[in-house]
């Protein structure tokens, strides 16, 4: 078992900044892929960044890769999403995420894949 707990969404004005942080405890040596992913009111929650755990590879979706780093911090057992020049289209919850399944290098996208999830950071963009 893994548990996830995130923290530092809030309320910015576009383009400014924040930094998600998800400390995970349990069986941490099970984590292979992590994720950040974004949810808002009618929609499936969809992927913002992945990271293979053991080989540092990162995704980052399209609509954030020049403006998002997803990191991980293997000695605080801790994930981070930067966030930079927010948009009012990045506000919703943010959830972190893990699976101890391998995907090869490159984690999947798809929320169904992870099997452990956190409760939920808000993020507000607001103009």
């Known amino acids: 078992q893994v548990q996830l707990v995130e923290s530092g969404g809030g309320s910015v004005q576009v383009g400014g900044s924040l930094r998600l942080s998800c400390v995970a405890s349990?069986?941490?040596?099970?984590?292979?892929?992590m994720a950040w992913f974004r949810q808002t009111p009618g929609k499936e929650r969809e992927s913002v960044a992945r990271i293979n755990v053991p080989e540092s590879m990162t995704v980052h979706d399209a609509s954030v890769s020049d403006r998002f780093s997803i990191s991980h911090d293997n000695t605080k057992q801790t994930l981070y999403l930067q966030m930079n020049s927010l948009k009012t289209e990045d506000t919703g919850m943010y959830y972190c995420?893990?699976?101890?399944?391998?995907?090869?290098?490159?984690?999947?996208?798809?929320?169904?894949?992870?099997?452990?999830w956190g409760q939920g950071t808000q993020v507000t963009v607001s103009s």
């Open positions: 349990g069986d941490t040596d099970s984590r292979r892929c």
């Open positions: 995420a893990s699976t101890s399944r391998s995907f090869g290098r490159i984690c999947p996208a798809a929320s169904n894949l992870y099997d452990y």
